[in-house]
């Protein structure tokens, strides 16, 4: 029952574990409620959220290739300090 619930009402833990608490059993812990969430695999709520069509997630970009010998170097000016020429 609690894993219908949680593919149901799509409730983070601590909510799912009150709901638990006042309707199902009143004496369950949060970490046996947890076990049984991910024994059934229903543990992982971004996973159970409905995912849009056109969604996708963006390619990571990879680093600049540069030939062999070849050394990139970032210079950061800092600000000149009052006390310096």
Same mark, same amino acid.
């Given at each position: 029952?609690?894993?219908?619930?949680?593919?149901?009402?799509?409730?983070?833990?601590? $909510?799912?574990?009150?709901?638990?608490?006042?309707?199902?059993?009143?004496?369950?812990?949060?970490?046996?409620? $947890?076990?049984?969430?991910?024994?059934?695999?229903?543990?992982?709520?971004?996973?159970?959220?409905?995912?849009?069509?056109?969604?996708?997630?963006?390619?990571?970009?990879?680093?600049?290739?540069?030939?062999?010998?070849?050394?990139?170097? $970032?210079?950061?000016?800092?600000?000149?300090?009052?006390?310096? $020429?």
């Amino acid at each position: 029952m609690v894993v219908e619930l949680r593919k149901t009402l799509l409730l983070p833990l601590d $909510d799912r574990l009150v709901v638990t608490w006042e309707f199902i059993h009143p004496e369950v812990s949060r970490s046996s409620l $947890d076990r049984c969430l991910r024994r059934h695999g229903v543990s992982n709520l971004k996973a159970l959220l409905p995912q849009e069509e056109g969604a996708q997630t963006p390619p990571y970009k990879t680093f600049k290739d540069y030939p062999p010998g070849f050394v990139h170097v $970032d210079v950061k000016y800092r600000p000149q300090m009052p006390d310096q $020429d």
